[in-house]
């Protein structure tokens, strides 16, 4: 470790430690601070042309304080004495007009070390990376217009330290790439679409994060055909769908829905609430995750979801001590679904009627899981065979029993770091 990288380590340990300090002599009974910086070196390109090499430092405190039950939280960038003191003071003038709530609490005897991922940023190789995508773009895809691309290595380290003895250092590194684009042809557009990651380094660009199927799929997607007629069929989510089925699922886990009672899963700990094809845990260790809750809890290792059996609901310390169930901190990234055994193509192949879908937007589904929206992105399927690019189409059904329907998950998976996912075939679903 450099001198200087020494030096920010020193600083940010003991300002965590003032502010702490601070508080307490406020008057907080309980108090939990995070100080971090992060450095950023970043490479980007704007309509297929590189537009901007830059690094940047950012340093944040956030802290939170409870007393006679009130809590309030803050978060600043200055550590100096006059920008933690007026902090102190928010933090307090807040405190006194917050609800009295008993549940109100920061974690205790939580202790975590962790040093992990690449610490010095290499901008020649962040170039190289760039220039490989724009030398494919220019070979395979020319119709597709890159308008944003960034590589980008980061390196972010945070102390964390609560008045219950909690005491978490973490100092990461990784590696980012995104491609955010649209493709042009004979005077139309296709939709824009997104792709990218985190990564140990940026190699095998651009097959890394899937960006090469989305860029080949835009080109395809130019021309569309609208859905002609209403049906029921099947739908085969792409990963980036896949995470909208999985976020919601996860939501009904936490402290919103378990504590106003509109959760569907609270009481089903233990029984099967999905596809038995289906099992969903933690990847911690993926690049620029760490295992950590947001409420300063070191979380273990889990399987959420157990050949489609729920193993546990995930309330904060705080929603525990709300609704009385079982504290399981988890971090809020890091996860993989377990891959299948039946290839891509042979999951697409067995759709009778259909469409292979890349981007979901359907906002948020009722309280029991009903929806409807517009499926982006997208082709049609006809007896096994990938059709024509949709036009706007919508679909309408059941989140939670889209979990139960899934009849089959595809043996690739793209991996974005914090995320491993594969393709999903959904039964049941209604298209207009």
Known sequence: ???????????????????????????????????????????????????????????????????????ASSEGSDLGPAGVAALVDQIWSSAQSAPVDEANAVSTGQLLRLRR????????????????????????????????????????????????????????????MSVFGLARDAGQTSSFNFAGGSAETLTEVPTLFGIDRMMRELTQQVHTQPLG??????????????????????????????????????????DRVASPLLTLRSRYDAPGCAPLSADAFVTPAVTLLD????????????????????????AADGWELVAGSTPLAEVIAAV?????????????????????GVIKNSFRIDDGQRGAALAETMISGNVAQMLDQVVAVSRERIDTGSGALPWLRIAGLHFS
């Open 307 to 330: 050949a489609g059996h729920l193993t546990q609901l995930t309330p904060s310390l705080y929603g525990s001590r709300k609704t009385g169930l079982a504290h399981r901190p988890v």
């Open 117 to 176: 991922g690449p610490q010095q940023a290499d901008p020649p190789a962040l170039a190289a990376a760039l220039r490989q995508l724009l030398d494919w773009r220019a070979a395979h895809t020319p119709t597709m217009m890159i308008e944003e691309a960034l590589a980008a290595h980061v390196r972010s380290r945070s102390h964390t330290l609560t008045s219950g003895g909690s005491v978490i250092d973490c100092e990461l590194g990784w590696c980012e």
């Open 229 to 270: 007629e209403r049906f029921v069929g099947d739908v085969v989510l792409a990963p980036g769908a896949v995470t909208d089925l999985l976020g919601w699922l996860m939501g009904q886990l936490r402290d919103g829905p378990l504590i106003d009672g509109s959760s569907l899963f609270r009481n089903r700990v233990g």
């Open 352 to 372: 009778p009627r259909g469409a292979l879908v890349d981007r979901l937007s359907m906002g948020n589904p009722a309280p029991n899981g009903d929806f409807s």
């Open 1 to 71: 470790m450099s001198a200087a990288i020494r030096g920010a380590a020193f600083a940010i340990d003991s300002a965590a430690e003032q502010v702490l300090q601070a508080l307490r002599r406020r008057g907080f009974e309980q108090v939990q601070v995070t100080v971090s910086d992060t450095l950023r070196c970043e490479l980007n390109l704007a309509h297929n042309e590189p537009s901007l090499l830059r690094s940047n430092e950012a340093r944040k405190l956030s802290a939170t304080g409870i007393v006679a039950g009130r809590r």
